[in-house]
């Protein structure tokens, strides 16, 4: 047994699994507020990447520059697709909006496929170490500043969703929209808000999936591969999404260990993730930390 990769992989797996756990929130965010599921959550990340890596290569941007301006026209795309888009259907059956948002997800691949092309591109090198040793480990560069902004976020959404006027108004809605509503709460700035949010967060993990695995199209099956973390920790729970995004990163690199050292089916890593999700969901229905819906009749 090769213990010091099995280290190396498992220290891996919990700093991806941050980062799994940052996109699951956005999932947990949009559904806590609307109840329903952005199936375009994927294509988010992947936009992000794009507009950073062209503001980099193409109007040759300094990197944190264009890092902060791409935050930007994320937040501005998740407002104007909730207005333009989401908003009509505010009032009309679930089914219907998550339909619209599997259509999203299409029109955006096709969208990005004309504007960006097919092909895979890298950003240029952008630290000046690329690899850091801590003690027994070597990390990359692009891993650790997953790692601090992955806890940075989850502060912030904390301390957000605690203290801030906006996070209690999202919190009053995510509850009950109605008596939100009653009480003041515009529900139509909490659903823009949750979005814009969501696009933002999206953006910065695809950035950092950007600059490990280089930019694609095919990045948007990250957001596929996260909804298990999502389901696992349960979908109405930030801190199941982060709970759920480490256990996944774990049980993906564990799974591409034991299926390099001793299995060789060659596809443990991608499909490990659905059969734990299963799993638990056979054990419970809810997620680890969701909650449990009741009803009586």
């Given amino acids: 047994m090769n213990t010091s990769l099995l280290l190396q992989l498992l220290a891996n797996g919990v700093i991806v699994g941050m980062l799994y756990g940052v996109v699951a929130m ?10 329903v599921v952005n199936f375009a959550q994927g294509e988010f990340l992947v936009l992000g990447a794009w507009v950073c890596l062209s503001l980099v290569t193409n ?13 930007v026209f994320m937040m501005i795309f ?4 909730q207005m333009v888009v989401l908003r009509p259907l505010i009032g009309e059956p679930i089914i219907s909006i998550i339909m619209v948002t599997i259509g999203l997800s299409i029109f955006m691949q096709a969208g990005m496929n004309w504007i960006f092309g097919n092909n895979a591109a890298s950003f240029p090198k952008i630290f000046d170490t690329e690899v850091v ?41 995510a509850s009950d929209q109605q008596a939100a509503q009653s009480l003041g709460v515009s529900v139509k700035q909490v659903f823009a808000m949750s979005w814009a949010i969501s696009a933002v967060v999206s953006g910065v993990a695809g950035i950092i999936i950007g600059i490990v695995n280089s930019v694609s199209n095919s990045l948007a099956f990250i957001g596929i591969k996260v909804f298990p973390a999502v389901i696992v920790g349960g979908l109405d729970s930030i801190i199941g999404a982060v709970v759920g995004g480490i256990l996944i990163g774990v049980l993906e690199n564990l799974a591409e260990y034991v299926d390099g050292q001793f299995l060789h089916i060659g596809n443990l890593y991608t499909v490990a993730p ?18 449990r819906d009741i009803e009586r009749i």
Avoid: D
């Fill in 133 to 173: 040793s801590l003690g027994k480990f070597n990390v990359e560069m692009a891993y650790l500043l997953s790692l601090m902004l992955s806890m940075v976020i989850m502060l912030i959404f904390y301390l957000f969703f605690r203290y801030s006027r906006h996070g209690l108004a999202m919190r009053a809605t």
């Fill in 59 to 71: 109007m040759g941007l300094p990197f944190w520059l264009a890092f902060v301006f791409t935050m």
């Fill in 26 to 35: 956005c999932f947990v965010l949009i559904y806590k507020s609307t109840q």
């Fill in 274 to 291: 659905f059969y734990v999700l299963i799993i638990i969901l056979m054990i419970k229905p809810y997620g680890l930390f969701g909650t």
């Fill in 78 to 81: 998740g407002i104007v697709i």
